[in-house]
C-alpha cells in the first residue's frame, strides 16, 4: 500500500534556526513527488516538484531534495513568516495517473 | 492568487439541506479535482475530471456529486451530509499532458469551502 509519513509532527524554531522536514515514502510507480505550504484557513500552495533521485529544487530560504526513500526540506536561517504547515505528496501511478497521496504535514512555528 | 477561486468561503448546513460548491480555474488548465482536508488527517482525493471527463472516483460517498460543465468550472452537489462531513473541501486544477518525459503538472489548489454540518 502506498504511504507517505511526514516528520515531525510539529517543529518549533527560533528565528534563523536552520532545521529539516522530512518525508518518507513507500510507493509503487512514482511519478513525482510535490512539496506544499499551507498557511492557516487556506489552500495549499505549490512549493517544488521533484521527479527522480538525486534531484535538488531550491526557492529562497528553502531547498528540497529526493533520494529512492524519502525527500528533505531544508529550511535555512527561517524567519517568522515561514512559519506554516508543509504539505509532502507523492504523485503515483494509478488508473488514470492523478493520484496525489499526501502525508499529514509538518506543522513548522518560526519564533522572533 | 492562485487562479482557482472557490465560493462560498464558509458554509453551515443542516443534514437535510442541499447545496453546492463551486470552483472555477482561470489558469487554462484542463484537468480539476476535489479534495477533502479533515483535522489531522491527510488530503483525501475525491474525485477527478480531466477534459470534463470524471476520471476518478475515489469511493465517495453518493450524498457527494460532482459536476465539471466545462474545463474551467467544478461543482460539487451536497445533500443529506452527516456531521462528519464537516471538513475543507479543496479544488484544484492542473494541466494534464505528459509534458517532459511522461511527467505531470503540479496541482494548484483553491482557498476552500470550510463546510460544517449541523
Known amino acids: 500500500e502506498d504511504q507517505v509519513t511526514q516528520s515531525p509532527e510539529a517543529l518549533r524554531l527560533q528565528e534563523g534556526e536552520s532545521s529539516s522536514l522530512n518525508c518518507s515514502y513507500t510507493?509503487?510507480?512514482?511519478?513525482?513527488l510535490f512539496w506544499y505550504r499551507q498557511d492557516p484557513g487556506k489552500g495549499p500552495e505549490f512549493l517544488f516538484t521533484?521527479?527522480?533521485a538525486g534531484e535538488e529544487k531550491e526557492k529562497e530560504r528553502l531547498k528540497a531534495t529526493l533520494t529512492k526513500k524519502e525527500s528533505f526540506l531544508h529550511i535555512t536561517a527561517p524567519k517568522p513568516e515561514d512559519s506554516a504547515t508543509y504539505l509532502c505528496?507523492?504523485?503515483?501511478?494509478?488508473?488514470?495517473?492523478?493520484?496525489?497521496?499526501f502525508g499529514k504535514g509538518t506543522s513548522l512555528l518560526v519564533t522572533p | 492568487e492562485t487562479g482557482v477561486t472557490q465560493t462560498p468561503r464558509h458554509l453551515v448546513m443542516g443534514m437535510t439541506n442541499k447545496k453546492s460548491l463551486k470552483c472555477e480555474q482561470h489558469?487554462?488548465?484542463?484537468?480539476m479535482y476535489w479534495y477533502k482536508q479533515s483535522a489531522k488527517k491527510p488530503l483525501e482525493l475525491m474525485f477527478v475530471?480531466?477534459?470534463?471527463?470524471?476520471?476518478e472516483n475515489n469511493s465517495v460517498p453518493s450524498r457527494f456529486s460532482p459536476e465539471c460543465p466545462n474545463s474551467s468550472h467544478l461543482f460539487l452537489h451536497l445533500h443529506t451530509l452527516q456531521p462528519e462531513d464537516s471538513a475543507l473541501y479543496l479544488c484544484?486544477?492542473?494541466?494534464?499532458?505528459?509534458?517532459?518525459?511522461?511527467?505531470?503538472?503540479?496541482?494548484?489548489f483553491g482557498p476552500g469551502t470550510r463546510l460544517t454540518v449541523l
Open positions: 484544484a486544477s492542473s494541466q494534464d499532458s505528459p509534458g517532459l518525459a511522461g511527467r505531470w503538472g503540479e496541482q494548484f
Open positions: 510507493v509503487s510507480g512514482l511519478r513525482g
Open positions: 521533484l521527479y527522480s
Open positions: 489558469l487554462g488548465h484542463n484537468a
Open positions: 505528496a507523492v504523485q503515483v501511478v494509478k488508473n488514470s495517473g492523478y493520484a496525489l497521496n
Open positions: 475530471y480531466s477534459l470534463e471527463e470524471r476520471v
